[in-house]
């Protein structure tokens, strides 16, 4: 039954034109009454809550559970969090989390790495969805305004999200319009490069009780960059209502689009060596992209959440949703080595095409208390799927011009002769679907047992152009066990593991598929919980230990002579830390410092163990803090931070094949200032990379840019009566 809702889009979208009809039907009833009507009076939004974290999450398990008791490391960047630092992209907050390093093929392809493996897990409100469509990991480019803050749960989440590698869970929180007065703010920016942003946040009650209330968030940004003839521009348009049924049932109906317009984007990276083997010494904006390339990115997602307190301490959730992702893009390429002297031998390759991305998503399950040896225990028992479909197509085109000198590129080529119609590349459906059930089991005073399992089944058909008809289909039982020791009432003590399910779609250079990823994750730490959870602390070792991980083959390619090709490694193991601390040191300073390390390796050829990845720094170093002045200088907030990566190097293709090109430890440092006029008025300035830190971001694709320069950007925010 499941799977049968998920697959059909109009059953799907009847049931979400029936939730949507039940808040009209509310703001009418009330609309029609003739009883006299008096409006509550307007009041300000006070100041949101200095606060670095949160109380409580089921990211990891389902279960309602404060950081302390969750027996996996979990970062939580909040709303004050990502003000105070500008983070007004998803990259940008990933770039800022506690043991998450990005790196990308390109300005629009960003990939997130977590424990030396990639990002792929993505959630809204708790229900997985299906990552990036450009990347295959966290889509870097949303923005982050309409959310409530970022969760990343770091380690295995096959409890939850089924399929998925060990690295990381990301569960973007949406606002919700849970404010029974009016309540709107609206904030303006400028910063480096011309770049401008506009956003405001309405929230308002839609009947005189306000049982039914509705929120509006709106964005617009566009503006250059430190690389040459880029440019982008970006609308976000969320709104949400929020309906109280009864006492005891809530529904809240809700829609996101998200638009992105980027100009001047590469594909890929640009020549690193010249035809002698030398090292070409680019300026830090220089770019391969032409200058009519562009890659234009939509995202829009419905959903209807409806829960329902059984007054028991029982709650019933119910969750569907539809995402739809769209990417039009013409791109330039370029292989090859220049000559020094003449800048002769590079060769082009152009693209256009279209990407189509739909998915249903469905997640039901109930959570409660229950009694059993005289203790009072919690479960929570579920069911979830999803139907995802991926369909491709590339217009062919005429023969390109040659590139004379490379060494003289400015992106003044002509625009190849495409075909008005595509043909089709790719098309690929997954279907994924699953039972699950969690129980905290309260077996001593200080002894706490979190347990589950998932059973999780996974199909997967796809019709390649290059690499032809694949059919695989996987099914298995996840299990999840967390044990938690309370030492004291402030700290805890807890060990978990957890095993791992990933079937990929990477491929030999023979064009075969490499079977799923398996294997198991161990976390043990200690974790603390202070100032009555204001302030929360963990110190996290981990061991991760997979098979068929899948290592870029790298100068190999599938058949069509542009797709990277991938070897399976077995016995790949990861092990290091994670250690954090995050909230409220005082009433008047917020702060997080995250340290993580880790170190992978595998079986290599010989059958010793060999590093892999090794263009990911092992270790990393978040550090972010804000202070308000005491006294008469209580409107003035001062903070900054320092991100800290070690060194790494990767293989680049060469004219003699790889070489490797080494990157020297980075240390990048932020400032913020804010002033308050008023209640209602405050005018901040964020800086980034204050000392200019001129570096690049590695990969194992042989790609590399240099990271952007030191930026500023200046934001006035205005808090409406």
């Given at each position: 039954?499941?799977?049968?809702?998920i697959?059909?889009?109009?059953?799907?979208?009847?049931?979400?034109?029936?939730?949507?009809?039940?808040?009209?039907?509310?703001?009418?009833?009330?609309?029609?009454?003739?009883?006299?009507?008096?409006?509550?009076?307007?009041?300000?939004?006070?100041?949101?809550?200095?606060?670095?974290?949160?109380?409580?999450?089921?990211?990891?398990?389902?279960?309602?559970?404060?950081?302390?008791?969750?027996?996996?490391?979990?970062?939580?960047?909040?709303?004050?969090?990502?003000?105070?630092?500008?983070?007004?992209?998803?990259?940008?907050v990933?770039?800022?989390?506690?043991?998450?390093?990005?790196?990308?093929?390109?300005?629009e392809?960003?990939?997130?790495?977590?424990?030396?493996?990639?990002?792929?897990?993505?959630?809204?409100?708790?229900v997985?969805?299906?990552?990036?469509?450009?990347?295959?990991?966290?889509?870097?480019?949303?923005?982050?305004?309409?959310?409530?803050?970022?969760?990343?749960?770091?380690?295995a989440?096959?409890?939850?999200?089924?399929?998925?590698?060990?690295?990381?869970?990301?569960?973007?929180?949406?606002?919700?319009?849970?404010?029974?007065?009016?309540?709107?703010?609206?904030?303006?920016?400028?910063?480096?490069?011309?770049?401008?942003?506009?956003?405001?946040?309405?929230?308002?009650?839609?009947?005189?009780?306000?049982?039914?209330?509705?929120?509006?968030?709106?964005?617009?940004?566009?503006?250059?960059?430190?690389?040459d003839?880029?440019?982008?521009?970006?609308?976000?348009l969320?709104?949400?209502?929020?309906?109280?049924?009864?006492?005891?049932?809530?529904?809240s109906?809700?829609?996101?689009?998200?638009?992105?317009?980027?100009?001047?984007?590469?594909?890929?990276?640009?020549?690193?060596?010249?035809d002698?083997?030398?090292?070409?010494?680019?300026?830090?904006?220089?770019?391969?992209?032409?200058?009519?390339?562009r890659?234009?990115?939509?995202?829009?997602t419905?959903?209807?959440?409806?829960?329902?307190?059984?007054?028991?301490?029982?709650?019933?959730?119910?969750m569907?949703?539809?995402?739809?992702?769209?990417?039009?893009?013409?791109?330039?390429?370029?292989?090859?080595?220049?000559?020094?002297e003449?800048?002769?031998?590079?060769?082009?390759?152009?693209?256009?095409?279209?990407?189509?991305?739909?998915?249903?998503?469905?997640?039901?399950?109930?959570?409660?208390?229950?009694?059993a040896?005289?203790?009072?225990?919690?479960?929570?028992?579920?069911?979830?799927?999803?139907?995802?479909?991926?369909?491709?197509?590339?217009?062919?085109?005429?023969?390109?011009?040659?590139i004379d000198?490379?060494?003289?590129?400015?992106?003044?080529?002509?625009?190849?002769?495409?075909?008005s119609?595509?043909?089709?590349?790719?098309?690929?459906?997954?279907?994924?679907?699953?039972?699950?059930?969690?129980?905290?089991?309260?077996?001593?005073?200080?002894?706490?047992?979190?347990?589950?399992?998932?059973?999780?089944?996974?199909?997967?058909d796809?019709?390649?152009?290059?690499?032809?008809?694949?059919?695989q289909?996987?099914?298995?039982?996840?299990?999840?066990?967390?044990?938690?020791?309370?030492?004291?009432?402030?700290?805890?003590?807890?060990?978990?593991?957890?095993?791992?399910f990933?079937?990929?779609?990477?491929?030999?250079?023979d064009?075969?598929?490499?079977?799923?990823?398996?294997?198991?994750?161990?976390e043990?730490?200690?974790?603390?919980?202070?100032?009555?959870?204001?302030?929360?602390?963990?110190?996290?070792?981990?061991?991760?230990?997979?098979?068929?991980?899948?290592?870029a083959?790298?100068?190999?390619?599938?058949?069509?002579?542009?797709t990277?090709?991938?070897?399976?490694?077995?016995?790949?193991?990861?092990?290091?830390?994670?250690?954090?601390?995050?909230?409220?040191?005082?009433?008047?300073?917020?702060?997080?410092?995250?340290?993580?390390?880790?170190?992978?390796?595998?079986?290599?050829?010989?059958?010793?163990?060999?590093?892999?990845?090794?263009?990911?720094?092992?270790?990393?170093?978040?550090?972010?803090?804000?202070?308000?002045?005491?006294?008469?200088?209580?409107?003035?907030?001062?903070?900054?931070?320092?991100?800290?990566?070690?060194?790494?190097?990767?293989?680049?293709d060469?004219?003699?094949?790889?070489?490797?090109?080494?990157?020297?430890?980075?240390?990048?440092?932020?400032?913020?200032?804010?002033?308050?006029?008023?209640?209602?008025?405050?005018?901040?300035?964020?800086?980034?990379?204050?000392?200019?830190?001129?570096?690049?971001?590695?990969?194992?694709?042989?790609?590399?840019?240099?990271?952007?320069?030191?930026?500023?950007?200046?934001?006035?925010?205005?808090?409406f009566?």
């Amino acid at each position: 039954m499941l799977e049968r809702l998920i697959s059909r889009p109009r059953l799907f979208s009847l049931a979400i034109g029936l939730a949507l009809s039940v808040p009209a039907a509310a703001q009418s009833q009330s609309s029609t009454s003739d009883t006299p009507t008096t409006l509550d009076a307007v009041k300000v939004r006070g100041q949101r809550t200095s606060n670095y974290t949160v109380d409580q999450t089921a990211v990891a398990t389902r279960l309602p559970l404060s950081l302390q008791d969750t027996p996996q490391s979990v970062s939580v960047i909040t709303e004050q969090r990502i003000e105070d630092q500008n983070l007004t992209s998803v990259r940008s907050v990933l770039d800022n989390t506690t043991g998450v390093f990005s790196s990308a093929y390109d300005t629009e392809r960003v990939v997130f790495y977590a424990r030396g493996f990639q990002i792929e897990n993505m959630a809204y409100d708790g229900v997985p969805v299906a990552p990036g469509i450009n990347a295959g990991s966290a889509d870097g480019s949303l923005d982050t305004s309409i959310y409530d803050r970022i969760e990343v749960v770091r380690g295995a989440s096959g409890l939850l999200s089924g399929a998925g590698s060990p690295s990381a869970l990301i569960n973007f929180v949406r606002k919700h319009a849970d404010s029974r007065t009016l309540q709107a703010d609206a904030t303006v920016s400028y910063g480096s490069y011309n770049t401008q942003r506009e956003s405001v946040d309405v929230s308002a009650p839609l009947n005189d009780s306000g049982s039914v209330r509705g929120r509006v968030v709106a964005t617009h940004e566009q503006g250059n960059s430190y690389l040459d003839r880029y440019s982008s521009k970006k609308d976000v348009l969320y709104g949400v209502v929020d309906a109280d049924l009864g006492e005891n049932t809530t529904l809240s109906v809700g829609f996101d689009w998200q638009k992105s317009k980027p100009k001047g984007v590469t594909w890929g990276s640009y020549p690193v060596f010249y035809d002698d083997g030398g090292l070409i010494q680019w300026r830090r904006g220089f770019t391969s992209a032409a200058d009519w390339t562009r890659w234009t990115n939509t995202t829009k997602t419905g959903f209807i959440d409806l829960k329902h307190d059984f007054g028991n301490g029982w709650q019933g959730h119910a969750m569907a949703s539809h995402r739809e992702t769209q990417g039009d893009s013409q791109l330039f390429y370029v292989y090859g080595f220049p000559n020094r002297e003449t800048g002769a031998g590079v060769d082009p390759y152009a693209y256009q095409g279209r990407d189509r991305g739909r998915q249903n998503m469905l997640d039901l399950y109930a959570s409660g208390p229950f009694e059993a040896f005289g203790r009072e225990h919690e479960l929570v028992v579920g069911a979830s799927g999803s139907h995802y479909t991926k369909d491709s197509t590339e217009n062919a085109h005429g023969d390109l011009p040659p590139i004379d000198n490379f060494l003289a590129w400015n992106g003044d080529y002509p625009f190849p002769d495409f075909a008005s119609t595509g043909d089709r590349a790719n098309l690929a459906r997954t279907v994924q679907s699953g039972l699950y059930v969690a129980t905290r089991l309260q077996l001593a005073d200080p002894l706490k047992l979190v347990a589950g399992a998932r059973y999780a089944r996974w199909k997967n058909d796809t019709n390649d152009a290059s690499a032809g008809i694949y059919h695989q289909k996987d099914s298995k039982t996840i299990p999840y066990a967390g044990l938690i020791y309370e030492i004291n009432p402030t700290y805890s003590a807890f060990a978990s593991y957890t095993e791992i399910f990933d079937p990929q779609d990477n491929r030999r250079a023979d064009g075969s598929f490499l079977e799923p990823m398996t294997g198991s994750s161990r976390e043990v730490g200690i974790k603390g919980r202070h100032f009555d959870g204001l302030l929360n602390t963990s110190l996290t070792f981990f061991e991760t230990r997979q098979d068929n991980v899948a290592e870029a083959a790298v100068g190999q390619f599938l058949p069509d002579g542009r797709t990277q090709a991938y070897n399976p490694v077995n016995g790949t193991r990861s092990r290091g830390f994670e250690a954090e601390v995050s909230g409220q040191l005082s009433d008047t300073w917020n702060g997080t410092l995250g340290w993580s390390h880790f170190n992978i390796k595998g079986l290599g050829d010989d059958g010793t163990m060999t590093a892999l990845r090794t263009a990911l720094p092992r270790t990393l170093v978040r550090l972010f803090t804000t202070y308000t002045l005491p006294g008469s200088w209580n409107h003035v907030t001062v903070g900054g931070g320092a991100n800290w990566q070690s060194a790494s190097h990767a293989p680049v293709d060469g004219p003699d094949g790889p070489q490797t090109v080494n990157q020297s430890s980075v240390m990048l440092v932020s400032a913020m200032a804010k002033y308050a006029f008023s209640p209602q008025a405050s005018l901040q300035l964020n800086a980034d990379n204050l000392l200019n830190r001129k570096y690049f971001v590695l990969d194992e694709y042989s790609n590399l840019y240099y990271a952007a320069p030191h930026t500023a950007t200046l934001t006035f925010n205005y808090k409406f009566l």
